[in-house]
């Protein structure tokens, strides 16, 4: 994932030698970051020395809901290269009990606790919350958690702010209105003054973070018109769920691309509220959707009619920053940490910044 921010908190913490010793300096808000270590005597020993003091220095205290879905894993997968935010519990109902490792291998070598089913969890040694647990089921899962807690909601369940419209797309009433009036929508670069001062941030959908992140600017700026908004967006299978469908079998994606949601996909009430809101008036879209016999990626193909005297050059002096998105990591799993961050008074690309891997 390439990742342009347009703005990051600063952190000035962490420690120092200094005359043999280690001085402490301030963390976030009141925190004192306290760090134990010894005089290294060698470079060897020193290394050891600077695993401990990075290992101590994550505190704070995170859990995972649904950590053997794709975005609980990819989120784990994230958290791995963070300096600050340490995984203490992991949920999984279908494979409680399990080790993360042995559902992703590639996961092995973290030291991660092992997961156990939600009604078992205990949050008492937890900051802030990831919840990657399937729509409809998060609502009354977040409303019974401590009100203490940080929570980036990767479902669908909050973000539509309108709960009689969630009702009409997803098929049953909402279950936790009270929260729906809290929840921030996560679109970090378009809300991050009000993420940073939420409790409950819902994590927008994949397509609808594609969509708006290059739209948005373009209709604040009375650059392109509000009516006849065409999208033609593609998707990596993973965006599907980790869940068996026979839609998503092999021999049913392999070597093909296909349409699916025509006119009734869910993400549709969400980018029209994020566009509307621009634009401070009703905006509908036609937005086609479609599965790519690919893991993971995006690309939304977005055709627009221009203002009369707006010319291409002056979308593009618009939209000097490129955004380069992704089923799972901006998409997903990559966007809630960047959330997480920015709630927290962190960097908002920390633990975000990866090369990406060619070919």
């Known amino acids: ?23 402490k300096s301030n963390m976030w808000s009141d925190k004192q970051l306290l760090v134990r270590a010894s ?6 020993s020193l290394r050891f020395a600077r695993k401990k003091s990075e290992k101590l220095q994550k505190d704070v205290r995170i859990a995972v809901l649904g950590a053997s879905g794709y975005t609980g894993s990819e989120i784990v997968r994230l958290l791995a290269n963070h300096p600050y935010f340490g995984i203490t519990l992991m949920t999984a109902d279908r494979k409680a009990g399990q080790s993360l490792g042995s559902v ?87 809300s991050r003054e009000d993420i940073r001062r939420a409790r409950l941030v819902a994590n927008p959908g994949c397509y609808p973070t594609s969509i708006q992140l290059p739209l948005v600017p373009l209709i604040r700026a009375n650059l392109i018109q509000s009516k006849n908004i065409i999208i033609d967006a593609k998707s990596g ?12 079998l092999y021999t049913e994606i392999a070597e093909g691309i296909h349409s699916y949601g025509i006119t009734r996909h869910r993400h549709v009430p969400e980018i029209e509220q994020g566009l509307s809101e621009a634009a401070q008036s009703k905006i509908t879209v036609s937005f086609t959707p479609h599965l790519m016999p690919m893991s993971r990626g995006m690309q939304s193909t977005i055709f627009v009619e221009m203002h009369s005297g707006v010319t291409v050059d002056d979308l593009y002096e618009q939209l000097k920053i490129a955004y380069q998105i992704d089923n799972l990591v901006k998409g997903a799993s990559g966007q809630a940490l960047q959330n997480l961050n920015v709630m927290m008074g962190l960097p908002e690309d920390m633990g975000l910044n990866y090369l990406p891997l060619f070919p």
Request: with cysteine.
């Open 237 to 248: 299978v993973s965006g599907a769920g980790r869940g068996a469908k026979e839609a998503n």
């Open 1 to 23: 994932m390439s990742l342009s921010i347009f703005s990051a908190a600063r952190l000035d913490s962490g420690c120092f030698w200094k005359k043999g010793k280690i001085a």
């Open 104 to 190: 992703f291998p590639h996961l092995i070598t973290q030291d991660l606790p092992d997961m156990v089913a939600v009604k078992d969890a205990d949050f008492s040694e937890v900051d802030a919350v990831f919840c990657c647990l399937p729509h409809g089921t998060t609502q009354e899962i977040i409303k019974g958690l401590p009100k203490n807690l940080k929570i980036v909601d990767l479902s669908a369940d909050f973000r539509l702010r309108d709960i009689l419209e969630y009702e009409e797309w997803y098929g049953q009433p909402h279950q936790a209105p009270e929260l729906q009036k809290e929840a921030v929508y996560g679109l970090t670069e378009i």
């Open 39 to 44: 005089v290294a005597s060698s470079p060897q």
